[in-house]
Protein backbone atom coordinates (compact mmCIF):
# COMPACT_ATOMS: atom_id res chain seq x y z
CA UNK A 1 0.00 0.00 0.00
CA UNK A 2 1.56 4.07 -0.28
CA UNK A 3 1.33 6.70 1.91
CA UNK A 4 -0.45 9.48 1.10
CA UNK A 5 -0.94 13.05 3.14
CA UNK A 6 -4.43 14.15 2.17
CA UNK A 7 -5.83 17.99 2.64
CA UNK A 8 -9.55 18.80 1.81
CA UNK A 9 -10.99 22.38 2.68
CA UNK A 10 -14.56 22.48 3.76
CA UNK A 11 -17.10 25.39 3.52
CA UNK A 12 -17.49 27.94 6.17
CA UNK A 13 -20.54 27.70 7.07
CA UNK A 14 -20.28 24.10 8.19
CA UNK A 15 -20.07 23.93 12.10
CA UNK A 16 -16.81 21.58 13.66
CA UNK A 17 -18.89 18.83 14.43
CA UNK A 18 -20.10 18.58 10.99
CA UNK A 19 -16.43 18.86 9.68
CA UNK A 20 -15.71 16.15 12.08
CA UNK A 21 -18.18 14.04 10.66
CA UNK A 22 -16.97 14.39 6.78
CA UNK A 23 -13.77 13.06 8.48
CA UNK A 24 -15.37 9.98 9.75
CA UNK A 25 -17.42 9.50 6.55
CA UNK A 26 -13.83 9.72 4.40
CA UNK A 27 -12.33 7.53 7.19
CA UNK A 28 -14.82 4.80 6.29
CA UNK A 29 -14.28 5.20 2.74
CA UNK A 30 -10.34 4.17 3.23
CA UNK A 31 -10.74 1.83 5.71
CA UNK A 32 -14.03 -0.11 3.33
CA UNK A 33 -10.99 0.00 1.09
CA UNK A 34 -8.79 -1.85 3.53
CA UNK A 35 -6.74 1.12 4.06
CA UNK A 36 -5.72 3.01 7.60
CA UNK A 37 -5.99 6.50 8.25
CA UNK A 38 -2.76 7.75 10.39
CA UNK A 39 -3.13 11.18 12.34
CA UNK A 40 -5.55 13.75 11.57
CA UNK A 41 -5.54 17.34 12.24
CA UNK A 42 -7.83 19.72 12.14
CA UNK A 43 -6.57 23.55 11.31
CA UNK A 44 -9.49 25.26 11.63
CA UNK A 45 -11.26 28.05 9.99
CA UNK A 46 -8.58 30.15 7.76
CA UNK A 47 -9.40 32.90 5.11
CA UNK A 48 -8.65 31.79 1.61
CA UNK A 49 -6.24 33.81 -0.84
CA UNK A 50 -9.12 34.13 -3.41
CA UNK A 51 -12.80 33.53 -2.91
CA UNK A 52 -14.10 29.80 -3.65
CA UNK A 53 -17.87 29.36 -4.39
CA UNK A 54 -18.62 32.58 -2.97
CA UNK A 55 -16.48 31.50 0.36
CA UNK A 56 -13.49 33.67 1.94
CA UNK A 57 -12.77 30.96 4.70
CA UNK A 58 -12.56 27.50 4.88
CA UNK A 59 -11.88 25.10 7.29
CA UNK A 60 -8.86 23.03 6.69
CA UNK A 61 -8.26 19.25 7.69
CA UNK A 62 -4.67 16.87 7.06
CA UNK A 63 -5.38 13.51 6.93
CA UNK A 64 -2.51 10.85 6.55
CA UNK A 65 -3.60 7.95 4.43
CA UNK A 66 -1.78 4.52 4.44
CA UNK A 67 -4.35 2.51 1.35
CA UNK A 68 -4.20 1.30 -2.00
CA UNK A 69 -4.91 4.18 -4.89
CA UNK A 70 -8.25 2.37 -5.59
CA UNK A 71 -9.49 3.08 -2.04
CA UNK A 72 -8.03 6.69 -2.65
CA UNK A 73 -9.80 7.65 -6.02
CA UNK A 74 -13.27 6.39 -4.56
CA UNK A 75 -12.97 9.11 -1.28
CA UNK A 76 -11.70 11.77 -3.63
CA UNK A 77 -14.61 10.67 -5.99
CA UNK A 78 -16.72 11.06 -2.97
CA UNK A 79 -15.37 14.35 -1.94
CA UNK A 80 -16.15 15.75 -5.94
CA UNK A 81 -19.35 14.58 -5.35
CA UNK A 82 -19.93 16.38 -2.39
CA UNK A 83 -21.24 19.98 -1.75
CA UNK A 84 -19.42 20.70 1.26
CA UNK A 85 -15.87 20.02 0.36
CA UNK A 86 -14.18 23.58 -1.89
CA UNK A 87 -10.89 21.85 -2.62
CA UNK A 88 -8.87 18.70 -2.25
CA UNK A 89 -5.08 17.59 -2.71
CA UNK A 90 -3.63 14.63 -2.30
CA UNK A 91 0.39 14.11 -1.95
CA UNK A 92 2.16 10.41 -1.97
CA UNK A 93 4.75 10.23 0.19
CA UNK A 94 7.83 7.75 1.01
CA UNK A 95 7.00 8.40 4.93
CA UNK A 96 4.41 9.93 7.18
CA UNK A 97 6.27 12.93 9.32
CA UNK A 98 6.71 12.56 12.83
CA UNK A 99 4.70 15.02 15.19
CA UNK A 100 2.99 17.47 14.48
CA UNK A 101 2.54 19.13 11.15
CA UNK A 102 4.49 22.59 9.88
CA UNK A 103 0.64 24.60 10.53
CA UNK A 104 0.68 23.21 13.63
CA UNK A 105 3.94 23.61 15.08
CA UNK A 106 3.12 27.20 13.89
CA UNK A 107 -0.10 27.28 15.70
CA UNK A 108 1.96 26.04 19.40
CA UNK A 109 4.70 28.84 18.50
CA UNK A 110 2.38 31.58 18.22
CA UNK A 111 0.62 30.42 21.73
CA UNK A 112 3.93 30.27 23.57
CA UNK A 113 5.03 34.09 22.90
CA UNK A 114 1.53 35.74 22.93
CA UNK A 115 -0.16 37.62 20.62
CA UNK A 116 2.44 40.10 19.93
CA UNK A 117 5.35 38.49 20.71
CA UNK A 118 7.70 40.78 22.32
CA UNK A 119 6.61 43.69 21.47
CA UNK A 120 4.54 46.12 24.21
CA UNK A 121 0.79 46.77 23.33
CA UNK A 122 -0.76 50.02 23.45
CA UNK A 123 -2.02 50.59 26.57
CA UNK A 124 1.42 48.64 27.95
CA UNK A 125 3.72 51.14 27.01
CA UNK A 126 5.24 53.51 29.38
CA UNK A 127 4.55 56.73 27.79
CA UNK A 128 6.56 58.80 30.77
CA UNK A 129 5.13 61.59 32.47
CA UNK A 130 2.02 63.96 31.36
CA UNK A 131 2.45 67.18 30.06
CA UNK A 132 -0.02 69.50 30.93
CA UNK A 133 -1.78 71.22 27.68
CA UNK A 134 -1.35 75.19 26.90
CA UNK A 135 -4.99 75.65 27.84
CA UNK A 136 -4.80 73.71 30.82
CA UNK A 137 -1.38 75.62 32.21
CA UNK A 138 -2.99 79.13 32.88
Given at each position: ???????????????????????????????????????????????LTYR???????????????????????????????????????????????????????????????????????????????????????
Amino acid sequence: MALYEHVFLARQDLSQQQVDELVERFKGIITEGSGSVGRVENWGLKSLTYRINKNRKAYYTLMDLDCPPAALKEMERQMGLSEDILRFMTIKVEKHEEGASAMMQKREERAERGNFGDRPRFGDRDRGPRRPRESEGE
